[in-house]
């Protein structure tokens, strides 16, 4: 089992073809963080779900596009996953990635108290990419994420969770830890590093 705290991150050998990312509370300052180190042509395709309030247009695209250097959208239904893009889930629908590699909205029950919740975009991608997924769950409040982790690894994927010792609030980085122990347990400054050492060796 490979657990990497910081540094020597090894690559591993499957292609990656995505990665998905979720997080809750304290998660904006965590992707930015992230994101801040990737750098110019970033190639692979970014999937986030945040956890937000569903009651007024989210901002969260521009502020993120203010800050990396790759395209920013927010998820649109039936868009078509594109290289080198970062697209980030709207609030109030679930998102999911079908097996066309395009991206779907729906309005089912919420999950873990949330729509959009992470386990429906990680479960969807394992489905889809399988061992060319990297699944990342950031710091948050509740469980969600934890189920959709354990499943992308069930898949083969590449499992990637923030160290909850590091994490604004550590409840979901613990649940997933919890359930199944992941390839890697990193602070974001690791996490950017391996993502970038990824698209590196994918691109």
Do not use: W
Not at 10 to 34: D, H, Q, W
Not at 88 to 106: K, M, T
């Amino acid at each position: 089992m490979k657990t990497s705290v910081l540094s020597n991150v090894p690559v591993p050998a499957p292609r990656v073809e995505a990665i998905v990312i979720g997080a809750s509370a304290g998660g904006v300052e965590a992707l930015l963080s992230i994101f801040g180190k990737l750098g110019p042509g970033f190639a692979l395709p970014i999937i986030v779900v945040l956890h937000l309030p569903e009651q007024r247009r989210s901002q969260l695209v521009e502020v993120i596009a203010r800050r990396v250097t790759m395209p920013v959208v927010e998820a649109l239904d039936k868009a078509v996953i594109e290289a080198g893009t970062l697209y980030l889930a709207a609030p109030g629908y679930h998102l999911s990635v079908e097996q066309d590699r395009s991206l779907s909205l729906s309005l089912e029950e919420r999950l873990h108290y949330s729509r959009p919740a992470i386990d429906y975009l990680f479960e969807s991608a394992a489905d889809t990419y399988g061992p060319a997924l990297v699944a990342v769950l950031l710091t948050g409040a509740n469980q969600d994420g934890a189920r959709g982790l354990a499943h992308v690894k069930r898949l083969g994927g590449l499992t990637v969770v923030q160290d909850p010792a590091e994490a604004q609030v550590a409840t979901m980085p613990a649940a997933a830890l919890a359930l199944q122990q992941p390839d890697h347990i990193l602070t974001l400054h690791g996490i950017g590093r391996l993502l970038v050492e990824l698209e590196g060796a994918s691109c």
